[in-house]
């Protein structure tokens, strides 16, 4: 079910996955700092909202470049709702095959785990294991 979209993304609820899945368009070149940090507040509500288990963000067409102080806003103000909805997994779909990091632990302050993945169809795999 589509929750909200605008030129910069669709975001939308699958409840019966407990996941909450946001698409960036190619339109995210003309965005702001401004925008992105408009956009991840509203991602974060509709986690909240919905009590989402998992997050997947599909990034394979997302052209903005947010600054460093945003990546701290991030980290300060959007991680920790992530953390208070229960959310368990994040999965990072990039497009590209073989091009994602290897696994590590949770970065500091996080209380899920992150992964990336070249598909979507990769990703949902994932998030149905254990």
């Known amino acids: 079910m589509e929750a909200h979209r605008n030129e910069f993304l669709s975001i939308s609820h699958e409840p019966e996955e407990g996941i909450v899945l946001l698409r960036w368009t190619e339109k995210t070149a003309g965005m702001t700092d401004e925008n992105f940090k408009e956009a991840l507040e509203r991602f974060a509500g509709f986690a909240e909202q919905y009590g989402a288990k998992s997050l997947v963000v599909d990034v394979a067409k997302f052209r903005h470049s947010p600054s460093a102080e945003v990546g701290k806003w991030r980290d ?46 990769e990703a949902r795999r994932w998030l149905e294991t254990v």
């Open 76 to 121: 300060a103000t959007i991680i920790p709702r992530y953390n208070k909805a229960g959310i368990r997994k994040f999965a990072f779909v990039t497009g590209k095959q073989g091009a994602a990091p290897p696994p590590g632990p949770p970065r500091a302050g996080e209380a899920f785990v992150t992964r990336f993945f070249g598909s979507e169809t």
